[in-house]
């Protein structure tokens, strides 16, 4: 198994810019989420999905959009990217519920200008 | 929400050394679990452990949820335990502290 990955590993856009960040998983895992990492701070939780066709917000969700198509993919969809966005991204997985373990996929940095 | 303190903050310790990480949390939680974030950026799951104690080679945790706390020992360090340390509670929803920064020199 390839567990959690994300891509793209490394990211700079300016501002406005939009794009995508991709996780997948392939443990099928039902409960999938976004974190975002900034210097000296723990993690915290932007979206997260249950289960195919089913998401719900995080603590810091504005500027954010997720979708979840299939029970793999879980893309994080920047709109129209500002400097505070820049930090460090991670995407989780657990087998059914967010109590259980959870495995994190190994990030993509973002940086905005 | 639920407010997760941990301590200390910083801890720099020489290889063999044992060491004791702390984690209290404002509210009463369904888990806990346990994280090593390591030099490269990479987040381990230690540990799930919403109460008593558990122990994976040199690592054991112990949580007191009726105290609301949850301890983490590393025994005889080696310099790949170097990194950062989080705790995560679940009360809403999975809570990061801001971690213990663990760098053990050779």
Known sequence: ?113 | GIQVEQSPPDLILQEGANSTLRCNFSDSVNNLQWFHQNPWGQLINLFYIPSGTKQNGRLSATTVATERYSLLYISSSQTTDSGVYFCAPFGDGLTFGKGTHLIIQP
């Open chain 1, 1 to 113: 198994n390839a567990g959690v990955t994300q891509t793209p590993k490394f990211q700079v856009l300016k501002t406005g810019q939009s794009m995508t960040l991709q996780c997948a998983q392939d443990m099928n895992h039902e409960y999938m989420s976004w974190y975002r990492q900034d210097p000296g701070m723990g993690l915290r939780l932007i979206h997260y999905s249950v289960g195919a066709g089913i998401t719900d917000q995080g603590e810091v969700p504005n500027g954010y959009n997720v979708s979840r198509s299939t029970t793999e993919d879980f893309p994080l969809r920047l709109l129209s990217a500002a400097p505070s966005q820049t930090s460090v991204y991670f995407c989780a997985s657990s087998l059914g519920l967010p109590t259980d373990t959870q495995y994190f996929g190994p990030g993509t940095r973002l940086t905005v200008l």
